[in-house]
């Protein structure tokens, strides 16, 4: 069993920056891909960013790519998403997911736990 715990989101102006948390407890969390989701309201959850295992890789969805940047640190253990020039659009609840297993995948289905999630806000 793996638990999660998100943090960090809030209201910020276009332009702005947050940084989330996804902090881990339970078993061996570098043994966990971890990837971050997100849902708009009236939409569907849709993939934004993930990392593997050791976070010697990440993938990111086009929409965010040069902005956000995730990251981990098993020692603590914590998967974080800095979020830079956040625009409206990034306005959603975001959800960090973890699998077990080395490899991260975009299909939320895969994933085996997940955190309660976070709102983020963004104004413009």
């Known amino acids: 069993q793996v638990l999660l715990v998100e943090s960090g989101g809030g209201l910020v102006q276009a332009g702005g920056s947050l940084r989330l948390s996804c902090a881990a407890s339970?078993?061996?969390?570098?043994?966990?891909?971890v990837a971050w989701f997100r849902q708009a309201p009236g939409k569907e959850r849709e993939f934004v960013a993930a990392?593997?295992?050791?976070?010697?890789?990440?993938d990111y969805t086009d929409s965010v790519k040069g902005r956000f940047t995730i990251s981990r640190d098993n020692a603590k253990p914590t998967v974080y998403l800095q979020m830079n020039n956040l625009k409206p659009e990034d306005t959603a609840v975001y959800y960090c997911?973890?699998?077990?297993?080395?490899?991260?995948?975009?299909?939320?289905?895969?994933?085996?736990?997940w955190g309660q999630g976070t709102q983020v806000t963004v104004s413009s």
């Open positions: 339970g078993r061996t969390f570098s043994s966990y891909a």
């Open positions: 997911a973890a699998r077990s297993g080395s490899y991260y995948l975009r299909e939320s289905r895969w994933y085996d736990y």
């Open positions: 990392i593997s295992w050791s976070g010697g890789n990440t």
